[in-house]
């Protein structure tokens, strides 16, 4: 059973830099793509980015210029920091197990298959001068 | 804004069936399976539908879903007051290259 544990600071002031890393307990590590999403109060999801084994990541475009995750293979953890942050930061951050499968026809991808089947519990990140 | 289209509240009757839609366009939903999560309130969101229709192991077959081109229709049969929860729909981005989410839609079971 995997089991995702996440953690980091919950109170922030503007133009600090928010950290969280999330370890991933019960099952392997290679193979997924290991995400953060979150989640406005009162407001939907929303995706930050992810990151395979191999340290290959993918960003939203919105947030791309803020954003870093890294992954420790030793300790089976990756991170997320995000850079100046502001009160529109604040939210519950959540990692995720995504799945991401190649459908291929002719040798050429046609799309993928998409989803994030392990979530951790949330952390709670407030902006407040 | 959300790439993803979800209208923001459904609801139904106990025992009766509500469908959740959401729409896309090409560069996600039309070329992309397209996955469903439950979100029930002060909790994680947990997936309930992937690859359009399937359903992993321990969600109800009361569950489903499909997809016709650009769009994706979740169903939910035999309502519970413990269906009560927000649904969101979610697929990747081909041409982001980024997982994007619907907007949401709170079910509320009447």
């Known amino acids: 059973q995997v089991q995702l544990q996440q953690w980091g600071a919950g109170l922030l002031k503007p133009s600090e830099t928010l950290s969280l890393t999330c370890a991933v307990y019960?099952?392997?590590?290679?193979?997924?793509?290991w995400s953060w999403i979150r989640q406005p109060p009162g407001k939907g999801l929303e995706w930050i980015g992810e990151?395979?084994?191999?340290?290959?990541?993918n960003y939203n475009p919105s947030l791309k210029s803020r954003v870093t995750i890294s992954v420790d293979t030793s300790k089976n953890q990756f991170s997320l920091k995000l850079n100046s942050v502001t009160a529109a930061d604040t939210a519950v951050y959540y990692c995720?197990?995504?799945?991401?499968?190649?459908?291929?026809?002719?040798?050429?991808?046609?799309?993928?298959?998409?989803?994030?089947?392990?979530w951790g519990k949330g952390t709670t990140v407030t902006v407040s001068s | 804004q959300s790439v993803l289209t979800q209208p923001p509240s459904v609801s139904a009757a106990p025992g009766q069936k509500v469908t959740i839609s959401c729409s896309g366009s090409?560069?996600?939903?039309?070329?992309?399976?397209v996955s469903w999560y439950q979100q029930l309130p002060g909790t994680a969101p947990k997936l309930v539908i992937n690859a359009n229709n399937k359903r992993p192991s321990g969600i109800p077959d009361r569950f489903s879903g499909s997809k016709s081109g650009t769009s994706a229709t979740l169903g939910i049969t035999g309502l519970q007051t413990g269906d009560e929860a927000d649904y969101y729909c979610?697929?990747?981005?081909?041409?982001?290259?980024?997982?994007?989410f619907g907007g949401g839609t709170k079910l509320t079971v009447l």
């Open positions: 995720a197990r995504g799945n991401r499968t190649a459908m291929v026809r002719v040798f050429i991808i046609t799309g993928y298959d998409y989803y994030m089947d392990v």
């Open positions: 990151i395979n084994h191999s340290g290959s990541t």
């Open positions: 979610g697929t990747w981005d081909s041409s982001l290259s980024a997982g994007v």
């Open positions: 090409s560069s996600n939903i039309g070329n992309n399976y």
């Open positions: 019960g099952g392997s590590f290679s193979g997924y793509y």
